[in-house]
């Protein structure tokens, strides 16, 4: 699996003007929405008793266990309607290795850092800021969060591009996936 994983970096970091723009473009994007969060919450101070502290914290959550869900799963799950349409699948399932992870391996995104970056920034200062009691168990309930969050997000990804098992065609679903996924998360 990390032998995969190394060399899927590697492909990208061939064209290393390209990635870096791809983070920043992608780091940019994600900084704007959180800078109208913002500027809703320094304009209403809450909403619904929600401080920005506290909205910061959740952003940074949803962003970040979609990073990391979506690290391991986009890619495969997008690229696996041309793998079935073409009926190359049969290149994956005849190593001697687990298909799905193979798959995840082969295409593991490494783009994803900048939502790391950024969602990691905004959630050491969020858990600092927010009047949360902290305690050994409250640590815990983050990390179970975060985790069971990226293993959720992975789950949906996986069940979208599985689609194109029984239907040939299952890119519309992750549009329609991504759409729902801002509108949850304002």
Known sequence: ???HVRLRIRE?????GAFLLGLVAQGIGYAAELAVVWLLLHRFEA??????????????????TY????????????????LVQ?????????????PFWTLVAQRFNIGYLSHLILAGTVLAWAVTSAPIDW??????FLVAAIVSGSLIQAAMLTLI???????????????LSGMSREFVRF
């Open 1 to 3: 699996f990390w032998h």
């Open 12 to 16: 990208r970091m061939e064209y290393r």
């Open 161 to 175: 591009g599985t689609w194109a098992f029984s239907h040939t065609r299952s890119g519309i679903l992750f549009g």
């Open 86 to 98: 073409r009926g190359t699948l049969e290149t994956v399932l005849v190593k001697p290795a687990d």
């Open 135 to 140: 305690s050994p168990g409250t640590a815990l």
């Open 47 to 64: 909403i619904d008793g929600w401080a920005w502290p506290e909205m910061a914290l959740l952003y940074s959550l949803s962003v970040m």
């Open 67 to 82: 990073a990391i869900g979506a690290a391991f799963t986009f890619s495969p799950m997008t690229e696996l309607e041309l």
